[in-house]
Every structure is written in C-alpha cells, then in structure tokens.
C-alpha cells in the first residue's frame, strides 16, 4: 500500500465517519474536506496559488545567485566567511518532528520572544541568504502561511518547491488547524516533515517572531489591513512577503472612507481602478514598513479573478526609506472627461554631490481641467514606481513554461505572466516584415535598446471606450490608436488588468488631439455645447494624429496569438464565505440557488460563458 493510501487509510480510520470527508487534488497536494463547508476551501484560488508558487521557485534560484555573487564577493575581498550565524527560532515549532507527531501542532502560541532591537541599515548580505551548517551553504528556505484554513497552500509548497525547508501554518480557527494537521499526515513523509500546524492569532505570532521567515504568505478574508503591520516585521531581510486582498469593492471605490482607514488612500472609480488597488495595497505595506525603518520592492503585482495580490521584497534600511515619498503619488481625475493627472508626492534636487528631498511641486492640475471646464477628485496616495520586476517576471515565465504539468492553472498564470512581459518596439516605425532581424539589428545598432512590457513606468492607464464615450464617436480599433501614439513619438502598452486598457507616456494634451484627428474623419452627431465631449471637440488640433499601423503596436502576446485575458473558471466564481457561514437565499447571487439547497459553492463546476463580469474577452479586441 502506497504512503498515501496507508494515510488515507488511518484518517478515515480515526475519522467518525469517513463518508464526511471528500478527497480534493490540487497540484501534487491532496485534502481531506467535510462536506459541510467548516474549513474555508475555494478552488477558484488554484490560479493565487500557483502563482504563488512560480514566484518561490524564482526566489530560490535567485537566492541561490544572490548568495553566490556575495560569496564570489567576499571571497575577492579575502574577508573570512561567516559561520553559520542564522538565529534559530527559541519556540515549540522547531520541535516539530519527523515522524509528524503532534508535539507542537495545535498549541496556542504565547508571545516568546522579547521584540528585538531596533532594526538596522540593511547589509549586503541580506539575512534570507544566510548560511547552513556546511560553509558558504545557504539555508533552506522558511515559509509562514500565516491564514492557512485547511492547509493545501502549505502542503502544495512543502511538496511541491524544491529548497523550502519549512513551512508553518497558522490559523486561529480550532477546526481548521484540526484539518491542516489531518492533512498534512494524509499528505504523506514530506509534509509531515516539512509542514507544522499551529493554533495560533498570526499577528501576535508574527510579532513574536520578527525576520524570521524569509516568506510570509498572507491570504485572509477579504482585506489584509490587520495583518500588514505584523507582516512587515517578520520577514527577513531580502524576504518576501505574499498578500492577497480580496476587498475589491472597497479597494476600487465602492467605499472611499473604509478603504482610506484600512489602507490610508482614497480610491477612485473608473477602469483603471484595479490597478489603482494594486497600488493602494502597496502604498500600504510600505507605510507599515517604513515603521520600522524598512521599505518594499515589488516583484510581480497581479490583479486577477476577484483579488488583488502583491508579492514584495522587504530590505531595512533608514537612508533608502527617505525615497517613499518619490514613489508615491496624488490621483486627479476629471469629473467631466476622465482625463487623469499624477502628482509626486515629493523630489529631489541634487546639489554638490548631495540629493535634498523637497515636497512636490503642486498642483498638478488646474482648478479646472483644462480640456473640458469640470472639476476634479482626488485619489490616493497610490504606489506610482514599478510594481513588476521584469527580470522576475521573465524568469517566472520561463519556469512555468518549462514545467506546464506541474501548473494546474497553467492557462491562466502564462497569459497573466506573458501580458506582464510582453514588450514592443516604441516609437520606431518598422517598415520591414522580418521583425526579428529589425530587433536583432537595432539591438546590433543601438546597444540595449530599452523594449518595454507593460510600461513599468505609467502607473495608471487610458480605456479607449472612455474616450470615445467621452466624444460620443465611433472607437479606432486598439492597433490604429496605438500606431498614432507610437507616430507621435510616445511608448504604449497594454496592462495585465484590463484587456482594453492602454498605457501610455503621452500627455492627455497628445490624447485628446489624436482623438480630435480621428473624430474629423468619424464625425460625430452634435451634442449640447456644454457637454465635455463638445468641449473637447470645439478646440483645434495642434498635432496632426498619423494613423499609419506601426508594426510596434502589435503586442508580442497578440503577434503570436497567445490568450491574454481567459474567461473565468467557473460558474459563480468568486470570493467565498468565510468557513461554517450557513448558505442562505440572501447568498444565491453570489453562490448560484445550488449552494442554497445545501450544495457547497466550489461544486459549480461548468464554466460560465455568459458571465465575464472581471475578466471580459478572452484576447483584448483588436
Ligand atoms: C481565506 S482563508 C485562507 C485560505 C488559504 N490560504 C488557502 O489558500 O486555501 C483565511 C483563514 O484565515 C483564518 N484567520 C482569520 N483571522 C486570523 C487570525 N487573526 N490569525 C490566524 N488565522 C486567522 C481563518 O480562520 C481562515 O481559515
Ligand atoms: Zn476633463
């Protein structure tokens, strides 16, 4: 009998009734659930997860070369290597045994540790590359999923991603800790050895255990707010931290007052708002981090399905800190025509050799827009610097590429990753046909010439449907938009967030005159004269917009028809209901009448064709 067919055997063994329970696979993990919807589970998050897991595998590797280069480093400078100096965590859950005993999993954690010093300036040997037993080895990496509910994103690392040594789970709900240790025993050696379960409030765990965990994962009910301040400090210097925020509502608008005491920003509505939430996230994580003298670097933010996730590294460092206020900005958005405008919250002037920090110039906008009369809100303050690291994000891409069966939600991660990463040649209008030898010779000519994916710098991005609803005109197509932007001499790109969003380093100056030229060829049926389309309309172009197709507005994704944007997964996706809550009818529009009648919601197994309420086309039209 094979170790897992033992396992199952004595779960159901131990279990009153095995009928209660059902198998789930996901990965190369498998879970115990009741049928009764105690412990949180929901299927839909295989995409949050194995994303997840492309950017651990990343992280590996790239430890790996990041403690190589210091080593190389080192070993130049003739320093002595240092011995093996990681401080080993002083409480029960190093005590957790191979053999899977429960001699820690399911205790309440009581605060252990002293809080340490204040934290330091940031060293070049960053503390998740320090080293094991043997010289210049690196340790394993230390994973907490701090919100683990039945355990299989635990299980799915530990089994899954070579090179973690340990990951802890933790959830103050007694029933899921219960299911998280019966599925770890059910998951066989690896995860006994490598997975530990702990009843346990993760902020007062985190708190009590500060840079210890080069990973942090949280994945809560809807907003992380609470966690974040925990979070930040218990990840170690290098380390990432994982968040998910499944409050979109709030994030995108529908609540500006809540989203402003969870996060301190003020979101605005309109297309661009889920990246807007992106953004609002990690302007949060970094206020908290900057508490302790620490700040983030983004890897990869995604929007997908119904939540937000984020995935950054956090460094301590006082004099780097001082930069935040440069990587964050005000919003203004026009009331009448949309049009938006970034206000830094701060710059720098460089004087003698030294950089001063000075408070923004502002404002930004006039009291009144300058294209259509209205007024405007104001949103933020957002995250405006890069919120992908490209070279990641290409590593990412490729790992998955390369290990398509080991991705159950492979479909969904490589169109996510490939619209990150696609790149276009701006503002070169390519006449040839051969655009590999093109790039291979410019490359030759130009040196590095800079190709850009989804413009790392334009936080924020246009919605052609905007505009022409704006001007009541018929819509260019996406391609013929894009050529009159590249032929005016500005970078476009898509975004991962909306398959119909644009952005762009073209001021709203350059927009709205290329719209003007299109509209002189499209006319338009006249409209009150105080409307901000008519408004717009009324002014001249001072440029004249060229339409001719640029061979550069062909995203790489589209030229090789790769799917961009997927449908969604199944019928009545979503975010589900905290565990044990009872289905009620008030719950069908969100779970589908079947959930109603005593059905659990992660069932709903057709996919929808009909409702594409998110995610929208599947290729972003043409
Ligand atoms: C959305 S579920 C986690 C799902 C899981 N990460 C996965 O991938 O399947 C959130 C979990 O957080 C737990 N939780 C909520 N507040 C907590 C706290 N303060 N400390 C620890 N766990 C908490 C809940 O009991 C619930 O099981
Ligand atoms: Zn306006």
């Given at each position: 009998m094979g170790e897992a067919a033992m396992a199952q055997k004595s779960v159901k063994n131990s279990?009153?009734?095995?009928?209660d329970f059902k198998v789930i696979k996901e990965g190369e993990a498998e879970i115990l659930m009741l049928a009764n919807n105690e412990v949180f589970f929901n299927k839909t998050q295989v995409n949050n997860r194995d994303m997840s897991i492309a950017v651990l595998r990343t992280f590996i590797s790239k430890r790996t070369a990041e403690h190589e280069a210091m080593m190389a480093k080192k070993m130049k400078r003739g320093q002595r290597l240092p011995l093996d100096e990681r401080v080993e965590p002083a409480i029960e859950m190093e005590e957790a045994t191979a053999d899977g005993s429960e001699k820690s999993n399911g205790e309440c954690i009581e605060p252990a540790k002293p809080p340490q010093d204040e934290p330091t300036n940031v060293s070049e040997?960053?503390?998740?590359m320090r080293e094991g037993k043997g010289r210049g080895e690196i340790k394993p990496l230390r994973v907490l999923?701090?919100?683990?509910?039945?355990?299989l994103r635990a299980l799915r690392y530990a089994r899954e991603v070579e090179g973690i040594g340990q990951v802890v789970a933790l959830d103050n709900d007694k029933a899921s800790v219960e299911a998280c240790q019966r599925n770890i025993k059910f998951n066989g050696t690896i995860a006994c050895e490598k997975v530990q379960s702990h009843l346990a409030d993760a902020r007062i765990f985190m708190l009590t255990h500060l840079?210890?965990?080069d990973v942090v994962d949280l994945d809560p009910y809807g907003s992380p707010s609470v966690f974040l301040d925990s979070a930040v400090q218990s990840v170690v210097d290098g380390g990432i931290l994982m968040c998910t925020a499944t409050d979109m509502a709030v994030l995108c608008g529908g609540n500006g007052e809540v989203c402003y005491s969870k996060y301190g920003s003020y979101p605005l509505r309109g297309k661009y708002c889920h990246e807007m939430a992106l953004r609002i996230l990690l302007a949060s994580i970094e206020s908290h981090a900057n508490r302790y003298k620490r700040y983030i670097v983004p890897i990869i933010s995604v929007q997908m399905d119904f939540y937000v996730r984020v995935f950054v590294r956090i460094y301590t460092s006082a004099s780097e800190m001082k930069n935040t206020p440069l990587k964050l900005s005000y919003v203004y958005q026009c009331i009448g025509c949309d049009s938006f405008h970034l206000q830094a919250l701060a710059r720098t002037v460089s004087k003698n050799n030294s950089i001063r920090y000075m408070p923004g110039f502002a404002p930004a906008v006039p009291q009144e827009c300058s294209h259509c009369g209205k007024k405007f809100n104001m949103g933020g303050p957002i995250w405006s610097a890069p919120i992908h690291d490209q070279e990641w994000v290409s590593s990412m891409l490729a790992d998955v590429n390369s290990m398509k069966d080991r991705y159950p939600a492979y479909d969904r991660i490589s169109a996510v990753l490939t619209t990150i990463s696609e790149y276009r040649l701006f503002g070169i209008v390519v006449m040839f046909s051969c655009y590999a030898a093109i790039h291979g010779a410019i490359t030759l000519l130009c040196g590095p010439l800079k190709l850009d994916a989804e413009l790392p710098d334009v936080p924020l991005f246009l919605s052609l449907h905007n505009l022409c609803a704006t001007l009541k005109c018929t819509s260019p197509s996406a391609v013929i938009f894009r050529s009159a932007v590249i032929n005016a001499g500005y970078r476009i790109s898509v975004t991962h967030v909306y398959p119909l969003g644009l952005k762009s380093d073209a001021p709203m100056d350059v927009i709205w005159d290329i719209m003007r030229c299109w509209v002189e060829n499209h006319p338009v049926k006249a409209q009150p004269s105080d409307q901000p389309g008519s408004v717009i309309l009324a002014k001249k172009s001072t440029l004249k917009a060229n339409f001719a197709r640029a061979v550069a507005s062909l995203s790489k994704g589209q030229a090789k028809k790769v799917a961009r944007f997927l449908p969604n997964p199944e019928r009545h996706w979503g975010p589900k209901p905290r565990a044990g809550r009872q289905i009620k009818s008030k719950h069908a529009s969100l779970l589908g009448p079947q959930a109603v009648n005593?059905?659990?919601?992660?069932?709903?197994d057709e996919p929808d064709a009909?409702?594409?309420?998110?995610?929208?086309?599947a290729t972003a039209s043409e």
């Open positions: 279990s009153s009734d095995p009928n040997e960053s503390s998740t999923e701090a919100l683990a509910a039945s355990g840079k210890e965990f005593g059905c659990n919601s992660h069932e709903a009909k409702r594409h309420k998110v995610d929208e086309p």
